[in-house]
């Protein structure tokens, strides 16, 4: 498809009022940031934003950030100045573009907001839930800017999960308090806090609600669509902005579903997506599924957005809870027993792994994953080399074929 | 009835062609240098088949391109990937649950296919082309010795040179370095054989049967021999390897119709 053309799946109107919520996260950001109020947190996606709303903070995400540089291929040019730096070419490419990104004073932000630079934190608070690369990333930028780094150390790997792991992640989140107070200059609101942890559970009650919509045959949208309608989920959860755009989306999504509107005219397949997207390729990688008849209807990536654990009236335990309970935090056996759930509810008739090069955490095909969920479920697998931001580590070609030879292996069925 | 049916495979280095007739018979064939213009080398691969096979346009009834090129074909009814092409080509000649190693001219692909002839998984190279043909012939010039001797050198070899990369531009170097320590080319060439294979290994398991197929088996049956050495199993060939993938692509043409 040559590029200009419509794409091929079906758009959702609601995608404009995601605009303006997206651009409204960074206009207020812009602004605080040059009248350096209120104070802005730098947070990792699934790091412990209500509290920082709780404070007063605002809150911004650099692997939002990663994945716009990845969307709009900026990334290519930039990870060459952080691997120039030291940043080795095989760790995280959210954080070398970001990195690379920082160092050329270059954004995305800009073309899309006429913003000239990304808002500079007061503080830096990660969360080692996903990875180790976050700490590292975000240590980075405390020593280049100078700006206090706190963090929670996330037990992980973990099958059933004790109470002595949430006690102590709910410990360390409490920690956290009197030193965000010093850099907020407020003293915590325990009712703000529970007020931003009541949306943020309203949200992801939403989201889920949204992402399995898609159960539904025609599915009424994919994870293309996802990946983009994320958004509010990741950078505005704990907002009463957030809440009302998924209501919006639910209801259109719910209409798709009662008129039996495809996202994909004509499905005939439905794959599940394991893994990060590959941020530079959703649009022509889209149109090839959708040129197929074959709906990418689930994944678990847009999952790690649905925090329905949380809960005011518990807020610390059930805030460790949830950010522990993620896919990504647990151990193999867990994992598996987490798709083969899906693919009961979601119905899809193959599993397509992506090994992302610069991201280990979330490629779960390097243990024979692949191979025992196909066994198990009685469906084929696929897995694509490539990456989320790096497309160096992408050849699309081959990647082409082989998703076209893995849909006619479906029709073999 | 009657008529023919034709597969055209479009490599990123050879086009092929294979016309069958009804009862599945290979009735003709054409392999060409794939060039830059697939749409002319393709029409040109279908006149020479059809010349061989006395056939006239007008009697084929259906054609299926594969390959890089598949879509640049003209005159196609359908286009499959090279993949499912290779595998019912594969099957047509062995029909039993095999696993497949086709080695191409920048791919490798392994393929392993069920008793009725399902496939059960697919791999293909990842992005680089080491330990496929584009890596013979780029050492064939390397070390100046024209592509088709390398068969021969390689049987006669004594002495085999173990390389230690499958890179094709790391072992540019160490052949050099094997000719400055004075080894004897046979056992050099016999050596690039071997990391063929071992790239080949280093890609799939190999359960079941095992079928080697593509044009570098086509040109370098010792390939074959040296594999099935180092796995101690039988390997079967189809006849005329290099067009297995347009053998497929005209039965699923046949298929259709
Ligand atoms: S989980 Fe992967 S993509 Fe996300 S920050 Fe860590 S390494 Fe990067």
């Not at chain 1, 010093?182 to 949200?203: H, N, P, Q, Y």
């Not at chain 1, 039996?260 to 599940?272: L, M, S």
Request: charged share 25%; with cysteine.
């Amino acid at each position: 498809m040559d590029v200009g053309e419509k794409p091929l799946r079906k758009e959702i109107t609601a995608g404009k009022v995601l605009k303006k919520i997206m651009a409204d996260h960074f206009y207020e950001l812009d602004a605080a940031a040059k009248s350096r109020s209120p104070k802005i947190a730098w947070c990792t996606s699934v790091g412990p934003a209500e509290l920082l709303r709780g404070m007063g903070f605002l809150v911004y995400f650099p692997e939002n950030h990663g994945a716009m540089l990845g969307a709009t291929r900026m990334a290519a040019e930039l990870i060459p100045y952080a691997n120039a730096v030291g940043y080795s070419p095989d760790i995280c490419s959210y954080l070398t573009s970001d990195v690379g990104s920082y160092l050329r004073k270059q954004t995305p932000l800009t073309k899309a907001y006429g913003i000239e630079s990304v808002p500079l934190p007061d503080v830096l608070v990660f969360n080692t839930n996903q990875c180790r690369d976050v700490q590292d990333w975000f240590a980075w930028y405390s020593r280049e800017l100078n700006v206090p780094l706190v963090g929670l150390y996330t037990h992980r790997d973990i099958g059933p999960i004790h109470k002595y792991e949430l006690e102590d992640i709910a410990q360390q989140i409490r920690d956290l308090i009197p030193p965000l107070e010093e850099i907020a200059g407020t003293r915590f609101d325990m009712d703000r806090f529970k007020g931003a942890l009541a949306l943020s559970r309203r949200t992801s009650e939403l989201w889920r609600a949204c992402l399995e919509s898609a159960a539904a045959i025609p599915s009424p949208w994919t994870f293309f669509d996802a990946t983009i309608h994320m958004g509010p989920a990741v950078v505005a959860r704990g907002t009463q902005a957030a809440v009302d755009y998924y209501e919006l989306l639910l209801k259109e999504l719910q209409e798709r579903v009662v008129n039996k509107v495809a996202a994909v005219e004509g499905e005939r397949h439905r794959i599940y997506w394991e893994g990060m997207p590959i941020w530079g390729k959703l649009r022509p990688l889209s149109d090839q599924f959708a040129s197929l008849k074959t709906c990418v209807v689930a994944s678990t990536y847009c999952n790690s957005w649905i925090f329905d654990q949380l809960d005011p009236n518990d807020p610390f335990l059930s805030m460790a809870r949830a950010y522990t309970e993620l896919f990504i935090v647990r151990d193999e056996p867990y994992k598996e027993a987490y798709i083969q759930d899906a693919h009961e509810r979601f119905r899809f008739d193959g599993i397509l792994f992506h090994d992302a090069k610069t991201c280990p955490n979330n490629s779960n095909n390097r243990y024979g994953m692949p191979e025992r969920l196909s066994r198990n479920l009685g469906i084929p697998v696929l897995t694509i080399n490539g990456d989320l931001n790096d497309l160096r580590c992408y050849s699309e070609e081959q990647t082409k074929t082989n998703i076209e030879a893995f849909i006619e292996q479906l029709e073999e069925v | 009835m009657g008529g023919i049916f034709a597969g055209v495979d479009v490599g990123a280095s050879r086009t092929k062609v294979a016309l069958l007739d009804e009862d599945r018979k290979l009735i003709g064939k054409a392999v060409l240098k794939s060039g830059t213009d697939f749409s002319r080398t393709a029409e040109a691969g279908l006149s020479a088949a059809l010349e061989e096979a006395g056939c006239g346009r007008p009697e084929i009834r259906g054609c299926v391109s594969t390959g890089y090129g598949r879509k640049n074909v003209t005159f196609h009814n359908d286009t499959k990937t090279e993949i499912s092409c290779h595998a019912k080509g594969c099957f047509h000649y062995f029909p039993m649950a095999i696993t497949i190693i086709d080695i191409g001219g920048q791919d490798n692909k392994v393929i392993k296919l069920d008793d009725h002839g399902r496939r059960i998984s697919f791999k293909m190279n990842r992005k680089c082309a080491a330990g496929t043909g584009a890596f013979l012939e780029e050492m064939s010039v390397r070390l100046d010795i024209p592509l088709e001797e390398m068969d021969g050198l390689a049987e006669a070899s004594t002495d085999m040179v173990e390389l230690g990369s499958y890179c094709t531009v790391f072992s540019a170097t160490e052949v050099l370095e094997k000719i400055r320590q004075g080894k004897k080319v046979p056992d050099i060439v016999k050596g690039l054989f071997f990391s063929v294979l071992k790239r080949v290994l280093e890609m799939d398991s190999l359960t079941e049967r095992v079928v080697m197929t593509g044009g570098v088996v086509a040109h370098n049956p010792y390939l074959v021999k040296m594999l099935e050495e180092l796995v101690d199993r039988e390997i079967l060939v189809p006849p005329f390897p290099q067009l297995t993938g347009a053998v497929g692509a005209a039965l699923f043409a046949l298929e259709a119709a």
